[in-house]
């Protein structure tokens, strides 16, 4: 289903030939695509092959942003990570020296992007009922 068959428009699965959702740019080789879901789920803003869960891309700055804005004491933008063994929808507790987040810097060194700082989050001990 093409919506917009002049320039830009939202492609869904066109013509069995694509396996993916994209809002297209102007371009008919997808180099400009604007959003797309691909067929593993992965979903990519501004790039048009996304190689992580969310993939956020552009050549001048790619900015995150939460905000709020409200009176309430305790609401909050927020950015929450969870982390456990098991599955979804049968989780188990998480052990010694789990890594339960970390964040990573990169900077492209002329070859490949290396890393130039990280931090990671980790369980110190053996975690209990509510002492985490």
Known sequence: MAVNTIGAGV??????????????????????DRFVIDASGKVGIGIAAPERLLHLQDDTEANL???????GASNFAGFRRYKSRGTKASPTVVADDDT???DAIYGYDGNSYATAASIEYKVDGTPGDGDM
């Not at 942003?65 to 009176?71: D, K, V, Y």
């Open 11 to 32: 492609i869904l699965n066109e013509g069995q030939i694509d396996v993916d959702f994209r809002v297209e740019g102007n371009s008919a080789t997808h180099t400009d």
């Open 65 to 71: 942003a939460i905000e709020t804005n409200n009176n």
């Open 100 to 102: 339960l987040a970390m």
